[in-house]
T-cell receptor, first 114, second 113 residues
Framework: KQEVTQIPAALSVPEGENLVLNCSFTDSAIYNLQWFRQDPGKGLTSLLLIQSSQREQTSGRLNASLDKSSGRSTLYIAASQPGDSATYLCAVRPGVDSSYKLIFGSGTRLLVRP | GAGVSQSPSNKVTEKGKDVELRCDPISGHTALYWYRQSLGQGLEFLIYFQGNSAPDKSGLPSDRFSAERTGGSVSTLTIQRTQQEDSAVYLC???????????FGQGTRLTVV
């Protein structure tokens, strides 16, 4: 059974710092992995989708990497800003029958202090 | 539409009443999903639609929960005889196909009193 873990559960950093959020999954047979952010009381906003054949994806100050064989993904945020404060979730799609199903980690709650 | 739209955004209902939650997916998206997020919990898969069919309903918690999708577009999640443990945020998502990037709506916050 696929399980997704995110460490740390919470992170507080001063503005301007570069930071890394971690996501690990137990079964390396994934189809793709997606990073989301969730603001309090809101839905999920898609940040990046990385296919199993890709090593990384970039969007602005965000860079997601994927090491499928070791079951790990990282989300790198450059030059963090207070507006980056949110909960960040990663989700994987299994590589076999239920590839439609996103399996989520419990998230990392990020606070960027001005 | 520009994004996934859910209504209502908030719903307070009395225990035992039925509720309907609506989801308008992004136009052209064939795959639609419902998830539930309870306070302090992760996201729990409820049901997956491909077109109007639901190949996977395995996440529906009980037979009080049902969902349908019509015209390959709008979906309705119905909870009958609501219980306090049904209180949660219900999130809908859609994607172009079953493995494409998923886009979520803002959710419906359901409170059963």
């Amino acid at each position: 059974k696929q399980e997704v873990t995110q460490i740390p559960a919470a992170l507080s950093v001063p503005e301007g710092e570069n930071l890394v959020l971690n996501c690990s999954f137990t079964d390396s047979a994934i189809y793709n992995l997606q990073w989301f952010r969730q603001d309090p009381g809101k839905g999920l906003t898609s940040l990046l989708l990385i296919q199993s054949s890709q090593r990384e994806q970039t969007s602005g100050r965000l860079n997601a990497s994927l090491d499928k064989s070791s079951g790990r993904s990282t989300l790198y945020i450059a030059a963090s800003q207070p507006g980056d404060s949110a909960t960040y979730l990663c989700a994987v799609r299994p590589g076999v029958d239920s590839s439609y199903k996103l399996i989520f980690g419990s998230g990392t709650r990020l606070l960027v202090r001005p | 539409g520009a994004g996934v739209s859910q209504s209502p955004s908030n719903k307070v209902t009395e225990k035992g009443k039925d509720v309907e939650l609506r989801c308008d997916p992004i136009s052209g998206h064939t795959a639609l999903y419902w998830y539930r997020q309870s306070l302090g919990q992760g996201l729990e898969f409820l049901i997956y639609f491909q077109g109007n069919s639901a190949p996977d309903k395995s996440g529906l918690p009980s037979d009080r929960f049902s969902a349908e999708r019509t015209g390959g577009s709008v979906s309705t999640l119905t909870i009958q005889r609501t219980q306090q443990e049904d209180s949660a945020v219900y999130l809908c998502a859609s994607s172009l196909d079953r493995v494409a990037e998923a886009f979520f709506g803002q959710g419906t916050r359901l409170t059963v009193v």
